[in-house]
């Protein structure tokens, strides 16, 4: 069975704080993975799409990094408006989307 | 502007009723799917579809209908055999089922009183 674990469950910074989140994954074979940012009561926002270990993609303050059994979003001297919920999902075969449960990332002024 | 719309943003509904949400893309994507996110949880997969007339089952399908007559809309009916119908659920809809970057709605908060 496919499994996506996200750590930490939330994490706390004060702005400018670069750290990272983890995204592990226990997959058949991998066909893709997904990061995605999620503010409170809306729909999640598509970040990047990994296709195989060793890329690596940027937008802004965040990086997102692959290898064979994790990936990493690394975000780099972070801003309030960085406050989010960030979903790591992983595709394999069957066109499905197998979600982690999040990292609460709060970034505080 | 292309994009995926939810209806209604807010539903109640009282127990043993059937509701119907509503998903319509108009971004000529093949691909939708229905996700279901409970308070503290990851998107559960309920039904998704490749291509018109055609869908599958997802992980959580037991207690929900759907229909893909168009491709612009996949209406997810939530039905009275769903035992814990509360929850966020949101529409998602990608190129294809083979690119499956998936673009999302802004969801509808269902609440059985």
């Known amino acids: 069975e496919d499994q996506v674990t996200q750590s930490p469950e939330a994490l706390r910074l004060q702005e400018g704080e670069s750290s990272s989140l983890n995204c592990s994954y226990t997959?058949?074979?991998?066909?893709?993975l997904f990061w995605y940012r999620q503010d409170p009561g809306k729909g999640p926002e598509f970040l990047f799409t990994?296709?195989?270990a060793g890329e690596e993609k940027e937008k802004e303050r965040l990086k997102a990094t692959l290898t064979k059994k994790e990936s990493f979003l690394h975000i780099t001297a972070p801003k309030p408006e960085d406050s989010a919920t960030y979903l790591c999902?992983?595709?394999?075969?069957?066109?499905?989307?197998?979600f982690g449960e999040g990292t609460q990332l709060t970034v505080n002024p | 502007d292309g994009g995926i719309t939810q209806s209604p943003k807010y539903l109640f509904r009282k127990e043993g009723q059937n509701v119907t949400l509503s998903c319509e893309q108009n971004?000529?994507?093949?691909?939708m799917y229905w996700y279901r996110q409970d308070p503290g949880q990851g998107l559960r997969l309920i039904y998704y579809?490749?291509?018109?007339?055609?869908?599958q089952k997802g992980d959580i399908a037991e207690g929900y209908s759907v229909s893909r007559e168009k491709k612009e809309s996949f209406p997810l009916t939530v039905t009275s055999a769903q035992k814990n119908p509360t929850a966020f659920y949101l529409c998602?809809?990608?190129?294809?089922?083979?690119?499956?970057?998936?673009?999302f709605g802004p969801g509808t908060r269902l609440t059985v009183l």
């Open positions: 997959v058949s074979g991998l066909r893709g």
């Open positions: 579809s490749q291509i018109v007339n055609d869908f």
């Open positions: 971004l000529n994507h093949d691909a």
């Open positions: 990994l296709y195989s």
């Open positions: 999902a992983v595709e394999t075969s069957g066109s499905r989307l197998t």
């Open positions: 998602a809809s990608s190129i294809s089922g083979y690119y499956n970057e998936q673009f």
